[in-house]
Nanobody, 126 residues
């Protein structure tokens, strides 16, 4: 069974940066696309970024494009989300997700992902 554990969340001032990590265990995910989603209080979960199994293809939500960068280290079975120029509207619980289908295409909808982490809180103060 795949387990995903996010870390790196916290409280930061607007304009600051955070780096989220998502460590996978149970089996290697080097053949699987990975994604980041977030959910703010009272809102539905939304797509943030996704990366292909090789790292060669990435996708971003318009709201984070140019500020966030998704990357992965398959040797460490870990995916990252570097978040710069943070805004108060980025405040949310951030979730890591893994697609169970190998060598697929990075997806932007949460229903495409089978495995999920427990989430890490990111709070951006104004």
């Amino acid at each position: 069974q795949v387990q995903l554990v996010e870390s790196g969340g916290g409280l930061v001032q607007a304009g600051g940066s955070l780096r989220l990590s998502c460590a996978a265990s149970g089996r290697t995910l080097s053949s699987n696309d990975m994604g980041w989603f977030r959910q703010a209080p009272g809102k539905e979960r939304e797509f943030v970024a996704a990366i292909s199994w090789s790292g060669g293809s990435t996708r971003y939500a318009d709201s984070v494009k140019g500020r966030f960068t998704i990357s992965r280290d398959n040797a460490k079975n870990t995916v990252y989300l570097q978040m710069n120029s943070l805004k108060p509207e980025d405040t949310a619980v951030y979730y890591c997700a893994a697609d169970h289908r190998p060598f697929h295409r990075p997806q932007t909808t949460d229903k495409e992902y089978r495995y999920w982490g427990q989430g890490t809180q990111v709070t951006v103060s104004s």
